[in-house]
């Protein structure tokens, strides 16, 4: 877990940090590193609702975010996770990293600095061995040749049988990946988001997993 010294202006996940806060900081890393956050413009409510509105959090233990960004999501997932359960956020850019850590106060919440493609290493230094849900903003179409393939992979492999990857995206791109890995694949399109987004849910089935 990398921590990077910054003035501890931490509050609880429900109410840190203004809208304007947020989205400056969301702004100014899409101009410096555009490749990597899909979007000006942080996710929807609408779009945040449809896609958590999937989780059964009652039976929810280990839940993991890649590029958490702001914490659009972070803090939803906070405010409908189990006291007894974990969050972890996983990011490769530091900024994002250190702003989450010095914004959110929650014991529940793992900040990491690296790459999904390590998730089950990550998962494992939390104390646990797979996660019930993956969820992932990250813009497929835009990474290396390689890697978005590595991740999904990964991602499967760290998911508990009956556990589901929930992706929103701005393309179909990711479902090439998708397609050969998980059992079942299905997307939806949320319209009240801008630009209009698309909500994919790749599940690895119970029956199969356990006999594989």
Not at 61 to 90: K, S
Not at 181 to 197: A, G, H, K, Q, Y
Request: charged fraction near 20%.
């Amino acid at each position: 877990m990398a921590s990077i010294p910054l003035k501890k202006t931490k509050a609880k996940a429900g109410g840190a940090g203004s809208f304007l806060s947020q989205w400056g900081m969301f702004f100014r890393q899409f101009v410096k590193h555009p490749g990597m956050i899909g979007s000006v413009i942080p996710s929807s409510p609408m779009l945040v609702n449809r896609i958590l509105d999937q989780v059964d959090w009652r039976s929810t233990r280990v839940f993991v975010e890649y590029g958490p960004g702001v914490g659009t999501f972070t803090r939803q997932i906070l405010d409908r996770l189990p006291a007894d359960a974990t969050l972890i956020a996983i990011d490769l850019n530091l900024d994002f990293v250190a702003y989450l850590e010095a914004q959110i106060d929650d014991p529940r919440l793992r900040v990491m600095h690296g790459s999904a493609a390590d998730v089950g290493r990550f998962i494992r230094e939390a104390g646990h061995y797979q996660a019930d849900y993956i969820l992932s903003g990250i813009p497929f179409s835009t990474l290396p040749e390689g890697v978005g393939a590595h991740i999904c992979a990964e991602t499967r492999a760290a998911l508990r049988p009956g556990g589901a990857f929930l992706i929103y995206q701005y393309s179909s791109f990711v479902r090439r990946f998708l397609t050969p890995l998980f059992d079942s694949v299905s997307e939806e399109t949320e319209w009240r988001n801008i630009p209009p987004c698309r909500v994919i849910r790749a599940t690895r089935e119970l029956q199969m997993a356990q006999a594989a």
